[in-house]
């Protein structure tokens, strides 16, 4: 194009009415039937080629799944910009319609090639977000078996030192009634020796019921 595309603008000065019957636009159920079949006949969604390494970038995406422009280069995020130009932007929906395809009729850029570039986009978008979608997926199920797997090593390490304390405890119960018993056989034999003593002395050295330290013999004894 030798001018910008700006250029081809219809004048602010010609009514709605008159610049829509300049590029003949279509009733919205015509335009939307139009569309219906620009998408009918893109090809299917499309396959990546490339690995995309950072989900951000739509440009990356659309690369990865071999998307190419339009020869004439009026693609829809194109469209886009011009919409949003400071040139229209403030334009009423239909001004700003007509000016677009004003200056794409100029530049020989069919709005059939724009609106395919736009389905072609759409379904490269749809195809990642299932891809990265069926990924999320995959990763959570492997992520649950594996805190599944590691759920039941725990309870089986937790159930083997349970056993252990258990045992432990068990050993020192045993341990225990054995004490018990040796010591009531003890003191029934400190108290065989107690009541043999006392017949010799006056202050009984002997200690029963109890571990306690024997005190030092008496005199008593002695003689």
Known sequence: MSKKWYNHFISLDQPAEESTEKTGPETPANAAQAVADIAAGVAPAPQFTKTVSNPTSFDEIYHAAEIQPPVHGFTIMKVAEMLHSEHIRNLPKDVKRSSVLVALEA????????????????????????????????????????????????????????????ANNDEVAREKEKFYAWRLKKQEEEQKISDTVSYFVTENPITTGGSAAAPAPSRAADK
Do not use: C, W, Y
Request: glycine share 4%.
């Open 107 to 166: 530049a020989g850029a069919p709005i059939q090639d724009v609106i395919q570039d736009a389905v072609k986009r759409d379904r490269a978008l749809d195809t990642f977000e299932r891809v990265q979608e069926q990924a999320a997926g995959e990763l959570e199920a492997r992520k649950t078996k594996e805190n599944q797997e590691i759920q039941a090593e725990m309870d089986r390490i937790v159930a083997d030192h349970r056993s252990r304390m258990q």
